[in-house]
């Protein structure tokens, strides 16, 4: 946990807002007012929330009686009005004539702190910043979430090597092998490691190539399959993502080709990762893998250019409470930090037919970088 000596207002719950998550590690459905001031935090929320806010190391919870809830009821307030009146008169309480909010802070009650003399200025890159340092329990959980991940990975190819190939379509236990057949083991095994997931990738062929296209129908012989997996650590809210691809049966030449690049570029990289290092510089390394084979990247594509083959998409991101967040491994000029966890997914794809995609979670170290992904690469599942 970060502290400083900013005063800043959070207004959310933790189970919707990845930033109020980050100060406070419970789960709380209901939205409630975060206050920092002078190093100090409040929260203001329901009386029933107020015992478990107690186990928050540092934090001062008050429920909203404090601020004359039962007064405001009995005058026959509308609830929202009552949301807003109480913010104001727990800022008054704490001193706060000034404060910091992220882009996301409601609009409605901005406007009423305003109104009631405190000026609100929203600043997205503090809470940003704060998140970017994972705290113990934060890596622990993304520790968790990536074993899911692996656990749901190897499902999936334990599936694939107990298949048949009949008349070029990959059958197990007589019935087509599909997408979906594959993800309800996926599933399974996310919810046997404490992990879950709205949805994930599991794609074939022509899919393999269509953005997040998840995946769907019946798996033929010889085709790419991509398992992109990003569970989430139901203790921590944190998250993982991971990609591998798989083939049944015969490999291509186009395939392999694809395959190599995606690890070189992939080992290259992650070995370009350390603190300082600029994300454009680690994109433009794994670009390089790719150009100087003949495939297009970023690095040559014309200004206005859509890209749909080679290396189209930008290295990877940042992971944490949120599945995509700071920083960007693309052609912006973000810089690594020690504590950022970063998703390293080069690809390599021809539009109609299917690509490869290797994806690794890193975690950035004192003097370099941490894998925090321990599976296999190959194509054979």
Sequence with gaps: MIIDMTTILLYGDTVRSPTMRYEVPHTVADPFLYAEVDGKRYTVLRSLEVARMKEVP???????????????????????????????????????EHASVPFDFPTALTDYLRAGGIEIDVDSSIF??????KSPA???????????AAAATAAVAAQLRQSTIVDGAVMLDGEPLTSERLKAHVAEAFSANGATADEFIVAHGKQTCIGHHMGSGPILAGEPITVDLWPCDRESSCYTDMTRTFVVGDQSDELLDYHRLCKIALD???AAIRPGARCSDVHRIAC???EEAGYPTQLSKKPGEVLLDGFFHSLGHGVGLEVHELPHLDRAGDVLVEGDVVAVEPGCYRQGYG????????????????NLTDYPYELAP
């Design 268 to 270: 290259r990289s992650i």
């Design 288 to 290: 390089e893998v790719f």
């Design 355 to 370: 690509g490869v995609r290797l994806e690794d979670l890193v975690l950035v170290t004192a003097d370099g970088a941490e």
């Design 58 to 96: 540092n934090m001062e919870p008050l429920p909203f009686e404090e601020f004359g809830l039962d007064e405001l009821v009995a005058e026959g307030r509308p609830g929202e009005e009552i949301t807003l009146e109480i913010a104001l008169r727990a800022c008054r309480r704490f001193g706060i």
């Design 128 to 133: 940003a910043g704060r998140r970017r340092a």
């Design 138 to 148: 934060q890596l622990e959980g993304m520790r968790r979430a990536q074993r899911a």
